[in-house]
């Protein structure tokens, strides 16, 4: 989340009068993140989220909300859209598409331990298993075409050294495209990171920031969340987080065979997706007032330690229910 976009203060107010949440009482820029505008806004009848969308197509905004509507009625925790008085949840504001969300009660847990991660890796089932009765679909935003086009915009900015890894792992990419085709697919969330999550008292309070979310591999959303809540600092896996997420999701919706045999390449996709887009945000930055550009090196790492080795997903559901659940 991020401030590209800075609403004027009195039309912010007047536009939050189509809807039936109060008065604007007060609104702040969000840092963090790197794609939109974010404010936290209080009304005299309670608390949300606004969203201005900066580079995100008015057309594919209808599946992100509906997504998330879809999800909410279903018990996961998710920011709710709220609908205006037109019964739409999708606005204009300063000239950008504009939503307002449920402001959701908790925070990030950066240093997360095992029964974080199982919490994780059930929430993540959850989400999963609910997104099959979803009616739309739009394609992975970030999937092979947004891979192909950014590798070669970036490719330029690279030392030879990391120019010669992205062009194998294109590479190796573009093989297992087939091997990916085949498996298991629906709604996915794209963007599970630490920083998405929030938690009260050791259960999770919300899952932010849908706006990668997308039609893809269901194994894809697990790999992006076991690179960022079960890396070590060298880049390869905790072994013990990431049994605990694995098992956990496993307990609700069993790996297929083929996807385990497709887990190595997926983590490393999964991996090539953010070094990708951390390094196009740094080659090519966006101006704002607050913006966040993440290390893209660290997803450069994590690439490089999923190419030697890789933990395997687990072949069994567990016998009891605490195995997966702290």
Not at 174 to 198: E, K, M, Q, T, Y
């Amino acid at each position: 989340m991020s401030v590209f976009t800075l609403p004027d203060k009195e039309a912010l107010a007047h536009w939050i009068g189509h809807y039936a949440i109060g008065q604007l009482v007060k609104f702040e820029g969000i840092a963090g993140g790197v794609q939109n505008s974010n404010f936290f806004v209080t009304t005299t009848l309670g608390r949300y989220v606004l969203t201005l969308f900066e580079n995100i197509s008015r057309a594919d905004l209808p599946y992100y909300l509906n997504l998330m509507a879809h999800l909410a009625r279903h018990g996961l925790p998710v920011p709710a859209p709220i609908a205006n008085r037109d019964n739409e949840y999708l606005g204009t504001l300063a000239g950008k598409p504009a939503v307002l969300v449920l402001r959701l009660t908790g925070s990030s847990e950066m240093q997360p331990t095992p029964a974080h991660c199982a919490r994780i890796g059930t929430m993540l089932a959850g989400l999963h298993l609910a997104g099959r009765s979803y009616g739309r679909r739009l394609p992975n935003p970030r999937g092979a075409h947004w891979r192909a086009q950014t590798a070669a915009q970036i490719r330029p900015c690279l030392n030879a050294h990391d120019a010669a890894l992205l062009d194998a792992e294109i590479r190796f990419q573009d093989s297992a495209s087939p091997l990916f085709s085949r498996l298991p697919s629906g709604a996915i969330h794209g963007d599970l990171f630490r920083d998405n999550v929030l938690w009260v008292d050791g259960f999770i309070g919300g899952v932010i920031d849908f706006y990668f979310a997308g039609h893809d591999a269901l194994l894809y959303d697990v790999a992006v969340a076991a690179n960022d809540w079960c890396r070590m600092p060298d880049g390869s896996l905790h072994a013990e987080r990431a049994n605990a997420l694995f098992v956990a999701y496993h307990y609700a919706r069993p790996f297929t065979d083929a996807e385990r045999a497709a887990w190595p390449a997926m983590l490393r996709a999964a991996a090539l997706r953010f070094w990708l887009s951390r390094t196009a945000d740094r080659a090519l930055p966006r101006a704002g007032e607050l913006v966040m550009v993440k290390e893209p090196d660290e997803y450069r790492d994590i690439l490089l330690q999923h190419i030697q080795s890789v933990p395997p997903l687990p072949t069994a559901a567990p016998d009891t229910e605490t195995e997966c659940r702290p």
